[in-house]
């Protein structure tokens, strides 16, 4: 579903963020993604989703050339991709359910099926009754379940999250996870940017390990030692 070949990606002002890192993500697969504090995360996170563009090296969507796709196609691609960030980047003067509607709304959805999909997607994440608040009168864990439903609201078949449990507790953090490895076994692939590495070994996931922006390791499931 996802292949980097020889991805590298530098920022303006000379920052390598990734180097030559390869490797691939098959449909289906639930692959946590670890290192520390600046591995570069986020960055291969965001190439993926077209939020970056690398500086050499291709990125596939199956099989497309992520790098090279035109802007008509990026909607396309968007549409295929459901990403929760760290800080859930809600907008606080909408409600809960405008906030879950908005990748709906960009894409154009008949509002009937817009309502229909909202509910379904926060009643997932436990938050139905929460509809009409804003985001400022929830907390934290809430906030960032609003984040996630928003995320998985159009059905994506892949959803990246970044450090999705930074600002959790370990009982929600956990719970949070399992909600993950649920979408899962639906048939989402998951690809999860963490440094719990406790949360990393109680699933017993393929791990991806960033060190300095390159792929120090990638480690099989079943190789992956409990705590
Ligand atoms: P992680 O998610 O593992 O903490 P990041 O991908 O956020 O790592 O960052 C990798 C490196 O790239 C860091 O040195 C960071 O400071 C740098 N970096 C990230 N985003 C930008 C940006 N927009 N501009 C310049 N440098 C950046
Ligand atoms: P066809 O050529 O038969 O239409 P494609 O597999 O090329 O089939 O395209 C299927 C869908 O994917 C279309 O909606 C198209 O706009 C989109 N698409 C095609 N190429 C790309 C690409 N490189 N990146 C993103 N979307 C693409």
């Known amino acids: 579903m996802v292949r980097f070949e020889q991805v590298a990606k530098r920022y303006p002002g000379g920052i390598q963020a990734l180097g030559e890192v390869s490797f691939g993500l098959a449909r289906g697969e639930m692959v946590f993604l670890t290192g520390h504090s600046g591995a570069g995360k986020s960055t291969l ?40 960030f760290q800080d859930h980047s809600l907008l606080s003067d909408r409600r809960v359910f405008d906030n879950v509607a908005l990748p709906l709304v960009i894409a154009g959805v008949a509002y009937p099926e817009i309502r229909k999909r909202v509910r379904a997607a926060l009643d997932k994440v436990g938050l139905l009754e929460k509809e009409r608040m804003y985001p400022p009168m929830l907390s934290g864990g809430q906030q960032q379940r609003v984040g996630i439903a928003r995320a998985i609201v159009a059905k994506p078949p892949l959803l990246l999250a970044d450090e999705p449990t930074g600002n959790l507790d370990p009982e929600l953090s956990a719970e949070l996870m399992q909600f993950f490895v649920s979408l899962n076994e639906l048939g989402t692939t998951v690809l999860i940017a963490s440094h719990d590495l406790d949360l990393i070994r109680r699933l017993q996931r393929r791990v991806l390990v960033l060190k300095d922006g390159a792929l120090a390791d990638d480690v099989p499931a079943r190789q992956v030692a409990a705590p």
């Open 45 to 84: 996170l965001k190439l993926i989703a077209l939020l970056e563009r690398p500086s050499r090296g291709r990125v596939l969507f199956d099989g497309r050339n992520v790098g090279r796709i035109s802007r008509r196609q990026i909607p396309w691609l968007r549409r295929q991709i459901g990403i929760v």
